[in-house]
């Protein structure tokens, strides 16, 4: 039996993955969004959550496909009309955002599930599993890509609360915090701003444990989404986002993209079993950078 969810939020990222991976879920149906402007053809369109949760009580799962600041009031509202909630990466802009909306969850008895979607990529548990009996020293991740390409015109993700070039330098952390087997913390920071933005396009991190990040989203031509860990024999490397694993032992796993598919599939588990799941340890790394971080500024940067 399929159970219905509304799409809040109908932009590039709802485009591109949530929509197609509802549409190929057995386990849902896509039963109405929620946009100021946009729509899906043949699904009935909201412009107001409020009017949509009083209007379909029969829709018992909200997934909230927003900008990060202005999701925590969505999330909330949702919660309150008794719906459980699916939050797109980062779960909110603040820590302590999520904290409240994960408290409200248990005392009503719903799911949230803070999503992390490239831990649903390919070769993240196989790596997760070859590291977990071994010793890492070192470990680098090299993250880069093109803002024009993955958010052409979205001035929102170099406001406050749009972690510029951590928006998608968290899809690394996430990964990065799955597969290791020790947890690590950051020591330092060096975070490049530019001079007419307020989230920097840059970053380089400095973490225990010998583990070491570069973000950049200034990258043309093909991007680069890489994590070298070296263990106390062997080396292995994800590339393309995890979706390529390779080891100096000869493993070698590369698989489609099934990052959003396999999301809407832990959440109806979830669901199903009455949990929640809202691990922050990626987005706490990002407190950190941006507490830790000396700044350096660059020319300015314009869409």
Same mark, same amino acid.
């Given at each position: 039996m399929e159970r219905k969810v509304a799409l809040v939020g109908i932009g590039k990222i709802a485009r591109d993955q949530h929509v197609p991976a509802i549409a190929a879920s057995p386990e849902w149906e896509l039963a109405a969004t929620v946009s100021r402007a946009g729509s899906v053809d043949g699904v009935p369109a909201y412009t107001d959550l409020t009017t949509m949760l009083a209007d379909r009580p029969e829709i018992g799962v909200v997934s909230l496909c927003l900008p990060p600041v202005p999701r925590f009031a969505y999330a909330e509202a949702a919660l309150l009309a008794g719906r459980h909630v699916m939050l797109e990466k980062p779960p909110g802009a603040t820590l302590a955002e999520v904290h409240a909306l994960t408290a409200m969850a248990a005392e009503a008895g719903l799911t949230l599930f803070a999503t992390w979607h490239s831990r649903m990529a390919h070769g993240v548990a196989e790596a997760r599993s070859?590291?977990? %009996?071994?010793?890492?020293?070192?470990?680098h991740i090299t993250w880069r890509e093109d803002v024009r390409k993955w958010h052409p015109g979205q001035d929102w993700v170099f406001e406050p609360g749009g972690m510029g070039v951590f928006d998608p330098g968290i899809n690394a952390l996430s990964i990065l915090t799955a597969i290791l087997p020790k947890p690590v913390h950051l020591t330092g920071a060096t975070l490049t701003f530019p001079e007419n933005r307020q989230t920097p396009i840059a970053a380089r991190l400095v973490f225990t444990g010998g583990v070491s990040a570069d973000f950049d989203w200034r990258q043309e031509g093909p991007q680069t989404w890489d994590i070298e860990v070296e263990t106390d024999g062997d080396t292995l490397t994800l590339r393309r986002g995890g979706a390529v694993l390779e080891t100096s032992d000869g493993v070698y796993s590369e698989g489609p993209d099934h990052e959003y598919p396999n999301l809407y599939a832990r959440m109806a588990d979830l669901v199903?079993?009455?949990?929640?799941?809202?691990?922050?340890?990626?987005?706490?790394?990002?407190? %950190?950078?941006?507490?830790l971080g000396r700044r350096d500024f660059t020319e300015a940067f314009h869409f």
């Amino acid at each position: 039996m399929e159970r219905k969810v509304a799409l809040v939020g109908i932009g590039k990222i709802a485009r591109d993955q949530h929509v197609p991976a509802i549409a190929a879920s057995p386990e849902w149906e896509l039963a109405a969004t929620v946009s100021r402007a946009g729509s899906v053809d043949g699904v009935p369109a909201y412009t107001d959550l409020t009017t949509m949760l009083a209007d379909r009580p029969e829709i018992g799962v909200v997934s909230l496909c927003l900008p990060p600041v202005p999701r925590f009031a969505y999330a909330e509202a949702a919660l309150l009309a008794g719906r459980h909630v699916m939050l797109e990466k980062p779960p909110g802009a603040t820590l302590a955002e999520v904290h409240a909306l994960t408290a409200m969850a248990a005392e009503a008895g719903l799911t949230l599930f803070a999503t992390w979607h490239s831990r649903m990529a390919h070769g993240v548990a196989e790596a997760r599993s070859w590291l977990a %009996d071994r010793i890492v020293r070192r470990a680098h991740i090299t993250w880069r890509e093109d803002v024009r390409k993955w958010h052409p015109g979205q001035d929102w993700v170099f406001e406050p609360g749009g972690m510029g070039v951590f928006d998608p330098g968290i899809n690394a952390l996430s990964i990065l915090t799955a597969i290791l087997p020790k947890p690590v913390h950051l020591t330092g920071a060096t975070l490049t701003f530019p001079e007419n933005r307020q989230t920097p396009i840059a970053a380089r991190l400095v973490f225990t444990g010998g583990v070491s990040a570069d973000f950049d989203w200034r990258q043309e031509g093909p991007q680069t989404w890489d994590i070298e860990v070296e263990t106390d024999g062997d080396t292995l490397t994800l590339r393309r986002g995890g979706a390529v694993l390779e080891t100096s032992d000869g493993v070698y796993s590369e698989g489609p993209d099934h990052e959003y598919p396999n999301l809407y599939a832990r959440m109806a588990d979830l669901v199903a079993s009455g949990q929640s799941e809202a691990d922050l340890a990626p987005m706490v790394h990002v407190a %950190d950078a941006l507490t830790l971080g000396r700044r350096d500024f660059t020319e300015a940067f314009h869409f």
